[in-house]
Nanobody
């Protein structure tokens, strides 16, 4: 069984920063794609940023220049450094990973940005 455990969400003022972490645990042979999605109330879940095992990244246009995704393959962990946060970044953030060729999701962590 594989689990993704997220941490690092919280309440921050506009312009502030947060760092999210997501660690994969369990019977892991290989972790390919890892990414962060978010879902705001009444909106669809959207990709925030993704990173391949080789380190290739992609970002949503709305976060480019403010967000950096990184990973530690040895630890099976992905990070999301978010700077210059805006109220519109408020959402539940979900970790997603392709582990052993299967798709897994974390439980979600709330990020709230106050104006």
């Amino acid at each position: 069984q594989v689990q993704l455990v997220e941490s690092g969400g919280g309440l921050v003022q506009a312009g502030g920063s947060l760092r999210l972490s997501c660690a994969a645990s369990g019977s892991i042979f290989i972790v390919n794609f890892m990414g962060w999605y978010r879902q705001a109330p009444g909106k669809q879940r959207e990709l925030v940023a993704g990173i391949t095992r080789g380190g290739r990244t992609n970002y949503a246009d709305s976060v480019k220049g403010r967000v950096t995704i990184s990973r530690d393959n040895a630890k099976g962990t992905v990070y999301l450094q978010m700077n210059s946060l805006k109220p519109e970044d408020t959402a539940v953030y979900f970790c997603n990973a392709l582990v052993n060729l299967n798709d897994y999701w974390g439980q979600g962590t709330q990020v709230t940005v106050s104006s």
